[in-house]
């Protein structure tokens, strides 16, 4: 069982920068490959960013590559979302995720474990 909590949302205007953060409870954080989400309203869940459990093989969504950096310390259990450059479609309820098999990390539907999700707002 994997726990995840994530933190660091907020208002900020366009151009700012944001920093999420995903702690996980369970000592299996660093086995299990992570990803962001977000949900802006009346809309899908889609991915954002992913990473591999060693931290070597990371993922982007075209609308975000360039400015979002994904990372993680297994040590700490936390993965991360530097946010820069931020624009008001960036707006959403950001989710982090867990899961076990790389194949199926750049589907929502391929993931284990979600957190609660951090409301991210940007204006204009």
């Known amino acids: 069982q994997v726990q995840l909590v994530e933190s660091g949302g907020g208002l900020v205007q366009a151009g700012g920068s944001l920093r999420l953060s995903c702690a996980a409870s369970?000592?299996?954080?660093?086995?299990?490959?992570m990803g962001w989400f977000r949900q802006a309203p009346g809309k899908e869940r889609e991915i954002v960013a992913v990473?591999?459990?060693?931290?070597?093989?990371?993922y982007y969504a075209d609308s975000v590559k360039g400015r979002f950096t994904i990372s993680r310390d297994n040590t700490k259990n936390t993965m991360y979302l530097q946010m820069n450059s931020l624009k008001p479609e960036d707006t959403a309820v950001y989710y982090c995720?867990?899961?076990?098999?790389?194949?199926?990390?750049?589907?929502?539907?391929?993931?284990?474990?979600w957190g609660q999700g951090t409301q991210v707002t940007v204006s204009s």
């Open positions: 995720a867990a899961t076990s098999n790389w194949s199926y990390a750049r589907s929502t539907n391929g993931y284990d474990y």
């Open positions: 369970a000592r299996t954080f660093s086995r299990n490959h």
């Open positions: 990473i591999s459990w060693s931290g070597g093989i990371t």
